[in-house]
């Protein structure tokens, strides 16, 4: 138990630092001193009350999910708001359990204006991973010409559900959206590979030629976080290579 509590104390000091900016020699501080890196951290990076009790409680929430999803439930029994509800379906949504979160976004939506923006991006990811593209569709057309719905993660799941119906030229032209340099990664292979499907084999592999230049630039921490993606570009080149 203390090894897990260790751990998940190295986790979200890790999360703090990148979220709140601190300079990056803390993460070998956090890593490679153990729980003495993260207290010092915590001393000298997260310092008041308010602070220590969010800590306290993050750290709960990643040993033990379903506290905080029984949390979140008695905080919405208690009052049944339209926040409460979508951090209640936030909440399903982080431990996968896609089927329970998407009754309380459609719920959260009805006769509420405010934010639905967020809830459809929210069910939009949940539909996609249950494999209902129908829905997937419907609600991300119901944000298609919104700014922050343009060449975005939502609009590539659109453009993967698009592909799922049938639907090649629709998907093609919202799964290219994301194709922009130095970001993307995971989803510009599977560009790559929808391409290759279409037979545009040349066009594939410029992107792919690309990915694997960029990664000769990657910073150590993202060659280590798109490694299994470098890896498989780079396997796919040498195949079409050699074809």
Known sequence: MVYYLIIALQVFCVYHLYKNRRPYYWVFVIIFLSLIGCIIYLIT?????????????????????????????????????????????????????????????????????????????????????????????LYAEKIKEHSEFKKSKSQFLYGLALEKLGEFEAAETNLRAIDIRYSFYNERLVLAKFLISRQKEAEAKDILEEIQTESQHMTKPNKRLFKATIQDVEKLLTTMNNS
């Open 45 to 137: 990076q997260v310092y008041n009350k308010r602070d220590a009790e969010k800590i306290t409680s993050e750290i709960t929430h990643i040993i033990n999910p379903t506290k905080k999803i029984n949390d979140l439930e008695k905080q919405l029994q208690f009052s049944e708001s339209y926040q409460n509800r979508v951090n209640l379906a936030d909440a399903y949504l982080e431990i996968k359990d896609y089927n329970s979160a998407i009754p309380h976004y459609l719920e959260a939506l009805e006769g509420n204006m405010q934010n639905d923006f967020y809830v459809i991006i929210q069910l939009i990811k949940a539909y996609f991973n249950i494999e209902n593209y129908k829905n997937v569709v």
